[in-house]
Each structure stands twice: as structure tokens, then as C-alpha cells.
């Protein structure tokens, strides 16, 4: 993997991060919010490196000039013993049996009139075991271990964040009380030694601002440049071309959909895959006192897994270390550069 130059921003306040859909006072009373994405931590980066808001989405020529090439991650960290350690969404294949027991969804190969309501091969079920989603958290030894060899830890450690509901009132142009407009809206206030790392590939090596804006209403983070963060290793062989994908964040494919795109490897083939519900991503420049440039997308959210077979084991070998360095192609070059698809592989049976 390419050097990385290891980032943590550590809130100093909750963090308000807007999940980009259309929101009134008055109307919708409660404004979304979501934990921060690839974009939002991209900015706070770009800024601790001295670059202008939206610098690497509006000039690809910035990227490596003014901020890094490329940044992998965010990832959920948390200081413990004077270091900043990984922490992962527990994969989605992953549930809990009614008495409590974790265990792996297994894959289920569909007969020819099954896959066309599909198009995809197999299915991930719980051979009725009335199975439930198994929310949480894991380290990185936990994640290892599922990723080499399947196995599965009923462990998790506590949650990152927490939500806070604040109440507002919306203010006339001249800043007065508009009358009647109430609204609420959540923020997450990060658990006391959490924070959010991204390594930082390529890019000026220049001394990082120690304080920047993290999210919406003037939020701010520290920043910490830090030794490199141990993340999963990729397996050393892929028996039978099979290739476990884990996303580690958002990612907004180019199809537009939940699948990826793996035109770039002939032969590769989706099998089957457990994701989560779409997660609302918004993209915003701020310009002095103005927000400006907003786009809103569908992620697929943290913590979902892609079975993917290829045509042999070399084949695999050499998709793997490509998935595990560089991640999923995105809709837009600048949303991999921003850490958009970021991915860890592994092996499935």
C-alpha cells in the first residue's frame, strides 16, 4: 500500500451533519442528521492542509498540490493506551439467533428461474433460524478474524456517538423570531477518546492546522497527525477465485444502485451481497457566510459485504490487492479521492 500520512480529527463538540434532503421549520419539524461522510471529513482535511473549501472536487489538479492525492477512510478510532485504534460496523452478514447467538449468514445458490427475479446467483439466508441484524461495533482483531477465516464475534464495543436532540426557531431575514417555526434537530456528540482517522496518500508535506470546522454550525475537530493506524491485512490466498468484499465507507456506485462495478476484471462476477438501507449523502462548498454546490446521493452504508467469484485464484489475487489499496470505483473520480468505496477484502466459502 502506498505511504500514508495517518490523520485523526477528534470533536471537541457535538457534530451536526445534515443528510442533505429538503428540510422547512415549520413544516418538517425535525432536520436529519447523519454521521459524517467520506465529503465531510475530506473538507475538514483539505482545510487542515490549507486548501480552499471544495478544492479537490471543483480542481483535480489540487489533488497532490494543495491536498492529498487521494484519502482512505474515514474510519472510527479510539484512543486507547496512547494510541488511535480502528473500530468497524460488524458486517452485515452477520445476525444474532433468537437465544442471543451470533452467527454468519450462508449462501444459497438459486435455480435459473430464481436468479432472473435477481440477476444474481445466490442469496444469504439463516436457515431459519428467525435470525435478527447484529448492530455494533468490532475491533480490528475481530475483523480480521472474519475476514481470513469466517469467524464471528459476539463482542462489540460501545457505540462511537451518541444523538442529542436540540429544539430551534427559525429567524426572519433580520434575524427576528419567525413565529411558530419550532424545529429539532439531532446531533451526535462523540463518545469521550473516539475520533475519525484517513490516511492521507501523497499531497504537500506541510504542518497541519491544529483546530478545523467538522460538519455544520461551526462545529470544530482537533487534529492529530498520528503513527499509522493498523487496519485488517488482506488474506494471502483466495481459494476457489472467491473474494469477500467489506466496505468500510459510503459508497455511491456508478450505476447509481447497490452494486458495484467490476467491468475493470473480466470474468469477475457479483454472487451475492448483504448491504444495508441507503444512506442519504450530501456534497456542500461553503463560501464565506453561504453554502453553495449541494448535491444529494444514495450510499450504500458501512458495514455492507460483496461475495464476488473470479475466473481463478490469481485472478482474485490480483483484484484483491487492488479493491484493498485502492477501493470500489465510484460514480465520480473526486468521490474515490475523497475515500468514497474505501474497502477491505477477505475469503468466503
Known amino acids: ?11 471537541l463538540d457535538t457534530i451536526v451533519v445534515r443528510d ?11 432536520a436529519q442528521t447523519v454521521p459524517p461522510t467520506p465529503s465531510t471529513v475530506a473538507g475538514a482535511i483539505g482545510a487542515a492542509y490549507g486548501a480552499a473549501p471544495g478544492a479537490g472536487r471543483v480542481d483535480p489538479d489540487a489533488r497532490g498540490r494543495e491536498l492529498p492525492e487521494r484519502i482512505r477512510g474515514p474510519f472510527v478510532v479510539r484512543r486507547e493506551g496512547g494510541r488511535w485504534r480502528a473500530r468497524w460496523p460488524i458486517p452485515r452478514d452477520v445476525v444474532r439467533s433468537r437465544n442471543g447467538e451470533p452467527f454468519r449468514l450462508r449462501v444459497t445458490h438459486l435455480n435459473e428461474g430464481e436468479r432472473a427475479d435477481l440477476d444474481l446467483p445466490a442469496v444469504l439466508d439463516d436457515g431459519g433460524r428467525r435470525a435478527e441484524p447484529m448492530d455494533g461495533w468490532w475491533d480490528t482483531r475481530q475483523l480480521t478474524a472474519y475476514l481470513h477465516g469466517g469467524k464471528v464475534s459476539a463482542g462489540g464495543t460501545e457505540e462511537p456517538w451518541q444523538s442529542e436532540r436540540r429544539v430551534g426557531l427559525a429567524r426572519n431575514a433580520d434575524r427576528t423570531a419567525a413565529d411558530g417555526l419550532l424545529y429539532s434537530t ?3 456528540r462523540f463518545t469521550e477518546g473516539y475520533g475519525l482517522a484517513a490516511c492521507c496518500v501523497g499531497g504537500p ?3 497541519l492546522r491544529g483546530l478545523v470546522h467538522l460538519g455544520g454550525r461551526g462545529r470544530r475537530a482537533e487534529v492529530h497527525e498520528v503513527e499509522e493506524i493498523a487496519l485488517p ?5 483466495f481459494p476457489g477465485g472467491r473474494v469477500l468484499l467489506y466496505l468500510a465507507t459510503a459508497a455511491v456506485f456508478p450505476r447509481g444502485d447497490w452494486k458495484p462495478d467490476l467491468g475493470r476484471w473480466r470474468g469477475a462476477e457479483l454472487v451475492t451481497a448483504a448491504t444495508g438501507p441507503p444512506q442519504p449523502v450530501s456534497t456542500v462548498t461553503a463560501r464565506g457566510n453561504k453554502i453553495s454546490d449541494g448535491l444529494l446521493m444514495w450510499a450504500v452504508p458501512p458495514g455492507s459485504v460483496y461475495y464476488l467469484r473470479f475466473p481463478d485464484e490469481r485472478a482474485a489475487a ?4 487492488h479493491l484493498h489499496e485502492h477501493g470500489l470505483d465510484q460514480a465520480e473520480e473526486w468521490m474515490r479521492t475523497a475515500g468514497f468505496g474505501t474497502a477491505v477484502v477477505g475469503r468466503w466459502a
Open 233 to 237: 491485512e488482506r488474506p494471502p490466498d
Open 205 to 207: 508535506d506541510r504542518p
Open 20 to 30: 442533505g434532503r429538503a428540510f422547512d421549520a415549520g413544516v418538517n419539524t425535525e
Open 1 to 11: 500500500m502506498s505511504r500514508c500520512r495517518w490523520v485523526v480529527l477528534e470533536p
Open 186 to 188: 439531532r446531533h451526535l
Open 318 to 321: 490480483e483484484a484483491a490487492a
